[in-house]
């Protein structure tokens, strides 16, 4: 899809990629203590997240994360969290030193996003795959149906998750029901956790099925800031437009992202940095 966005600042779009790069760190941060859970995929959004969150798109409130005018973010990916974690954590929802706590007893960072944690910043319980979806559809109808007609719904899914059939009824009630508040962001790595996406089971061609699905769909460079606003933009346009179409980001991403050892290499899919890992890691991303 031919779309032109507006251009922001070379500072700009550097400071995001400082953020991102924070981001990364306090990823890897958090994986070593818990000596589990999961590095590529969440390495991978640093960057859509820095957006996201830092890069004026969310509306949001950290100090009051209930506040009912903001927009709401679902991982639906729910493995991803230590990516959403660190990201909620430098936007101030919660003290950073909690990040050490991740997969602890008791803690409220947990290897999936849970409800019943009470953490800042997390709207729903997500890690059965396909089912974050669907609660994000369910929030954005809420939301036309208040007339809450400015404020956004955001749905991240993996590309491995495009297998689960739940994915394909929220896509077709969303768009069914004009859902023009709904963007849907695909992560798309061609990775999974036992292999390529399209060795597994493909899921291609990922950006005709969502056209076919009835979404304004746009693909793009998921850690290009430019690029990634230029997704962004393309979903305000069209719910500024009241198009009554939902938008997808089909977002071309690397697992590993920034670190070279775990660069586009499905095997970091579930799994943490040792120590000396972690700390080449961390050099590399210093
Ligand atoms: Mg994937």
């Not at 709207?123 to 007339?147: K, Q, Y």
């Not at 400015?150 to 899914?157: E, G, H």
Request: include cysteine.
């Amino acid at each position: 899809m031919a779309f032109e966005n507006k251009r922001r600042s070379e500072a700009e779009y550097s400071q995001l990629a400082d953020i991102a790069k924070e981001i990364r760190r306090d990823i890897i941060r958090s994986l070593l203590p818990a000596g589990s859970g999961h590095s590529g995929g969440p390495l991978g959004l640093a960057d859509i997240f820095a957006v996201l969150y830092f890069g004026g798109v969310m509306r949001y409130d950290a100090s009051n994360y209930q506040w009912s005018g903001r927009d709401r973010f679902v991982l639906s990916a729910g493995h991803l969290c230590p990516g959403l974690y660190a990201t909620l954590a430098n936007a101030g929802f919660f003290p950073k030193d909690e990040l050490l706590t991740l997969r602890k007893f008791g803690s409220r960072l947990q290897g999936h996003p849970g409800l019943d944690m009470h953490l800042p910043g997390i709207e729903t319980s997500t890690g059965s795959l396909g089912h974050g979806i669907s609660i994000a559809v369910g929030m954005a109808i809420s939301d036309l149906h208040l007339n809450k007609t400015d404020q956004k719904v955001f749905a991240l899914t993996g590309d491995g998750e495009l297998q689960e059939g739940s994915v394909w009824e929220a896509a077709m009630s969303a768009a069914h029901l004009k859902l023009d508040n709904f963007c849907w962001i695909i992560d798309n790595n061609d990775c999974q956790i036992d292999g390529r996406v399209k060795d597994i089971m493909s899921v291609y061609p990922i950006v005709d099925k969502c056209v076919a699905f009835g979404f304004e769909t746009i693909e793009i460079d998921g850690h290009n800031i430019a690029d990634i606003y230029k997704g962004l933009d393309f979903f305000e346009k069209n719910r500024a437009a009241k198009t009554g179409k939902p938008t997808c980001i089909v977002a071309k991403t690397f697992m590993g992202k920034g670190v070279s050892f775990m660069h586009d290499k499905y095997e970091w899919h579930g799994k943490p940095p040792n120590k000396e890992q972690a700390e080449q890691a961390l050099q590399e991303l210093a």
